[in-house]
């Protein structure tokens, strides 16, 4: 714990100094246009892209909405049980619908409650969130993992009221390591407490490839389990459910159900 005290110190007076720097640069304004992200910067979105990706809560009366007011009453109220605010999704394979279920069930969290729900592609091996919303991203979390970039400066709101992503940034080698950094604890930690009252969901790849989820699942409160329907196989659903056993289960998605 005092690790982490000292450490959020630390990351503390790096933000104070990123402020002083700004100021600076400020002053030299034409000679260094360094951009100071005091707000979190708003791209536009493309209804259109939505509606092919599958992003059927950004609509009004989707084929998906009832399964996912039922789905997010049960994440809110289990979350509250637990007194926790960070959701990990995942599943046994890719493929089995993670990325759409996060997306789709931060909106319709986003658009109920009066609470910002921040999404944070922490698929670091092939992010997707910003493909499906169809944003270009630059920087994000790996890059605050390996210091190169500010929290503040990642963050992205796809134009959709207190819906916030966090892109998954450059691609790096070793991504369960970096995720499992001292510093990774401490920016985790950060993302978590600075807004208590914000809803944290990570999109993560799948348990069965990779470490990336467990270490993942570490920073969560609780773990959403998605299922695609008549093809994960029950060993993969029960392994991957163990290896996950140390934290609360808070649902499991069965996905792709046929009509
Ligand atoms: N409920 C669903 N209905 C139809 N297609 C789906 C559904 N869920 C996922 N898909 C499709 O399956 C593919 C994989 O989904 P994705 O969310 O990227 O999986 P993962 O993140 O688990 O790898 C995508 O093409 C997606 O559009
Ligand atoms: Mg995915």
Do not use: W
């Amino acid at each position: 714990m005092d690790k982490i005290k000292k450490a959020l110190e630390k990351v503390e007076k790096m933000e104070e100094n990123a402020q002083v720097k700004g100021a600076v640069s400020s002053q030299k304004l034409t000679k260094e246009l360094v951009p100071i992200y005091t707000k979190t910067r708003v791209v536009p979105i493309d209804e259109e892209v939505l509606l092919k990706n599958k992003i059927y809560s950004y609509f009004p009366d989707n084929p998906l909405t009832e399964q996912l007011r039922i789905l997010r009453t049960k994440i809110i109220n289990k979350l509250e049980k637990l007194n926790g605010n960070t959701i990990l999704i995942t599943s046994a394979r890719p493929g089995e619908g993670k990325t759409l279920i996060s997306i789709n069930l931060a909106i319709s969290i986003a658009q109920k409650y009066d609470r910002t729900v921040l999404l944070v592609d922490s698929n670091l091996k092939n992010p997707m969130v910003h493909t499906y919303l169809g944003i270009q991203v630059d920087k994000g979390l790996s890059d605050v993992l390996l210091g190169e970039a500010h929290i503040h400066e990642v963050l992205i709101n796809p134009s959709i009221p207190r819906f916030i992503i966090m892109p998954a940034g450059k691609k790096v080698v070793g991504s369960a390591e970096l995720l499992n950094s001292p510093s990774a604890e401490v920016i985790f930690h950060e993302i978590k407490t600075r807004y208590p009252e914000r809803l944290i969901i990570f999109d993560s790849p799948s348990v069965l490839t990779c470490a990336d989820p467990l270490v993942l699942a570490d920073y969560a409160d609780a773990v959403l389990m998605v299922i695609e329907a008549e093809k994960t196989p029950a060993e993969d659903i029960e392994e991957a459910v163990k290896l996950l056993q140390e934290k609360p289960l808070i649902g499991v998605v069965l996905n792709k159900v046929r009509e």
